[in-house]
């Protein structure tokens, strides 16, 4: 107990001087920990006993359900941006009955996201409930996403799917490893189609889910610069070039193309008749009727399956924004390979991906990654790209990162 005493006490004391340097995260800032906030943890594991660690888990675990369920409800604008309410106008304001509201709300006031006056049972926010109020700012569309996405529903699932994998395959390993993970993950087994649809396929059986799905891709321009690490300038087609119909970008699986629209926007010497859009079938009829990218005109628009042939031959690059991560190694060397089959030698492969640390990590990465395992996928670390990349018989020229802290980078490869 002395010995505890004493590393509390310790603790104590180093987040004094980084309490003094604390400084507030830049908007957007995504999982970068303060280093006050590191220390505090610590401070908080040396604190605990197993049981507390137990309840603890339990309890956040509720808080993001809680959160969730007042975002769904639009509870959290009831209460005013100063001052406070009580249950009663709360539930008259939001239309909540005020038994529901009083029990959803008890976990946030125990995690100090929102505050209630001890004497008058009165609420009112704090500045991160406040930060929540409006649902198309970062942290609700975040937050709402990375739930509905996996947090809320597939990832709980994890241990029952793996015991499941076991005693199909007699191995504990990650979703679909020695079978097609696109194929055989938590969301396609969840959704009773294991085997026979991909995990995308699924997401397109609900049109409102994979618009909401496409829609959220946004927020990761706010996350993660789609531009200002790489020299898309390059890319740029030459008048012979031209001549031989050569396209500068091939936006493989590019979604709505609201990566292809910020990079034309920031490198106007690239053409829009010079890029090319592809994905599936339905992707690419929504980026077409709704094109929430805003994307120029003159971009060809290409309904193509990247498991099978590419159809543009020879184009400057190749660009995979967030593919990789979706993707088992096996699924991405095949991938990677029908780009081999039609590169130039001065054709570019560029994987925009986090690149995890060799060891550790962040909470978000970890986070990352075992979203991806949801549906086959996962996140990599520099070595684990370049061993990909090599077995597809491409080579890493570059590791572009994204710098601020974020682990965010293009990986730009070549033809053996
Ligand atoms: C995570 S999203 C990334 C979208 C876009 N690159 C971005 O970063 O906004 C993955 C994309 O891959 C597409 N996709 C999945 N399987 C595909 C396939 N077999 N062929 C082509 N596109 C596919 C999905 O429809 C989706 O748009």
């Not at 947090?151 to 709980?156: D, R, T």
């Amino acid at each position: 107990m002395a010995d505890t005493r004493a590393r509390l006490q310790a603790l104590v004391q180093e987040l004094i001087p980084l309490a003094e340097k604390y400084e507030e995260p830049a908007p957007g800032a995504f999982g970068i920990e303060d280093p006050l906030i590191t220390k505090a943890k610590e401070l908080i594991a040396q604190a605990q006993a197993p049981v507390d660690y137990a309840t603890s888990l339990m309890v956040t675990t509720l808080e993001a359900i809680s959160l969730r369920t007042l975002l769904q409800l639009n509870a959290l604008q009831a209460i005013p941006a100063s001052g406070s309410i009580s249950l009663t106008d709360f539930s008259t304001k939001s239309g909540v009955q005020d038994s529901l509201l009083e029990r959803l709300l008890r976990v946030p006031v125990n995690a100090n996201f929102i505050d209630q006056d001890s004497t008058s049972g009165e609420y009112s926010h704090t500045h991160l409930s406040q930060g929540f109020t409006d649902p198309n700012s970062m942290p609700c569309r975040l937050f709402s996403f990375i739930y509905d996405e996996g947090l809320g529903g597939l990832m709980p699932l994890l241990p029952q799917y793996l015991t499941h994998q076991h005693a199909q395959t007699g191995k504990w390993e990650e979703p679909g490893a020695s079978r097609d993970s696109t194929r055989f993950n938590i969301q396609t087994w969840h959704a009773n189609v294991e085997g026979v649809k991909t995990a995308f396929e699924v997401m397109e059986m609900n049109p409102e889910r994979m618009k909401r799905f496409q829609t959220s891709m946004a927020i990761g321009e706010q996350l993660n610069p789609f531009v200002g690490y790489y020299n898309f300038d390059k890319l740029a087609v030459s008048s012979d070039e031209e001549e031989a119909d050569r396209k500068a970008l091939v936006d493989v699986g590019g979604g709505q193309g609201l990566a292809l629209a910020a990079i034309l926007k920031a490198h106007p010497s690239l053409k829009p008749t010079h890029c090319v859009l592809q994905d599936t079938a339905p992707v690419i009829a929504l980026a077409q009727t709704s094109n929430p990218a805003n994307l120029p005109p003159g971009i060809t628009y290409q309904p193509h399956d990247f498991f099978l042939a590419q159809p543009i031959l020879n184009a400057k690059a190749y660009y995979l924004k967030a593919i990789a991560h979706d993707l088992s190694d096996a699924n991405l060397v095949a991938v990677l390979r029908e780009l081999v089959a039609v590169m130039a030698a001065d054709s570019r492969a560029l994987i925009a991906e986090n690149v995890l640390p060799e060891r550790g990590g962040s909470g978000v990465m970890a986070l990352m990654d075992l979203m991806m395992m949801g549906i086959g996928g996962k996140e990599r670390t520099e070595e684990g790209f370049r061993r990909v990349l090599r077995q597809a018989g491409l080579v890493v020229d570059w590791v572009h990162r994204a710098g601020g802290g974020r682990n965010y980078a293009i990986v730009e490869a070549r033809l053996e």
